[in-house]
């Protein structure tokens, strides 16, 4: 099981595949939502994760609605990721955050400059806990 996110900016999407990984956790990235649609039949995940603001002809809260009509799908949980967001949507991120509630996701993070621990944070509530982190490292302990 691991989790399934669309996020089109490449830097974007290899910060957010480094921040889980380094916590123990299998990411799945996409770029366009029908990629995401045919992935979220195929690959078992327990955490769907959407950028925002997509150009790539489609619409987020349309997906969103997909995912939380299909039996299936709709009770993994579903956050929605604004990373370095204009000015235009920090504008609207709160009209985006009450839409986003009401059609059913778990949460909507901005992160202006990415911090890689806050945005753990902010999604630990929503990762499945792991066996141990997969970077984790002992302290070397003295000899005496």
């Known amino acids: 099981m691991g989790i399934v996110a669309l996020i089109e900016n490449r830097e974007h999407a290899d910060q957010v595949v480094a921040c889980l990984k380094a916590v123990g956790h299998d990411v799945h990235v996409v770029d366009r939502f029908s990629l995401a649609k045919e992935i979220l039949h195929s690959y078992p995940c327990n955490l769907i994760i959407s950028d925002v603001h997509l150009d790539n002809g489609g619409n987020v809260f349309d997906f969103l609605q997909w995912v939380k009509s299909d039996p299936v799908l709709s009770g993994i949980p579903f956050v929605l ?21 009401h059609l059913g996701a778990a949460k909507y993070i901005v992160v202006e400059d990415f911090d890689a621990i806050l945005l753990i944070e902010e999604l630990l509530p929503f990762l499945p806990k792991t066996r141990a982190p997969i970077h984790s490292e002992l302290p070397a302990q003295n000899s005496i």
């Open 81 to 101: 990721l604004s990373i370095e967001p204009t000015a235009l949507a920090q504008y609207l991120k709160d009209g985006v955050r009450i839409t986003a509630r």
